[in-house]
């Protein structure tokens, strides 16, 4: 099972850009994927996560900039981030809770993907 992130990159302030997690492998089902950043120097922080119902929470941060959706069909989380800001700046990764079902049960385990960088600088 992996999360592979995509869509990092360089944008100017007032950009946008837009990243996708698709998780695959062997699992069931996906319930909350979200999207956490780090900046250098700083924790990781939350950034927004959807149910898997497309209930979405938002950090203050970036309410009303972002938006945060998901695939279910395709298990794939994006996150749209508009009005970017150089404050933005930092490694995005996208992170999941994945249902497995084995010998009968089923169990839950969370994954993180391997982050994208997003630069925001004129």
């Known amino acids: 099972v992996q999360l592979q992130a995509s869509g990092g990159g360089l ?46 929470n938002y950090a203050d941060s970036v309410k009303g900039l972002f938006t945060i959706s998901r695939d279910n069909a395709k298990n794939t989380v994006y996150l749209q981030a508009g009005s970017l800001k150089p404050e933005d ?3 995005y990764y996208c992170d999941a ?21 997003v630069t925001v600088s004129s």
Not at 101 to 116: D, L, M, R
């Open 11 to 56: 944008v100017q302030p007032g950009g946008s850009l837009r990243l996708s997690c698709a998780a695959s492998g062997n699992f069931f089902s996906a319930h909350d994927m979200g999207w956490y950043r780090q900046a250098p120097g700083k924790t990781r922080e939350l950034v927004a996560s959807i149910t898997r119902g497309g209930e979405p």
């Open 89 to 91: 700046t930092a490694v």
């Open 97 to 117: 809770d994945l249902v497995s079902f084995v010998n009968g049960s089923y169990y839950q385990h969370h994954y993180w993907g391997q982050g994208t960088k």
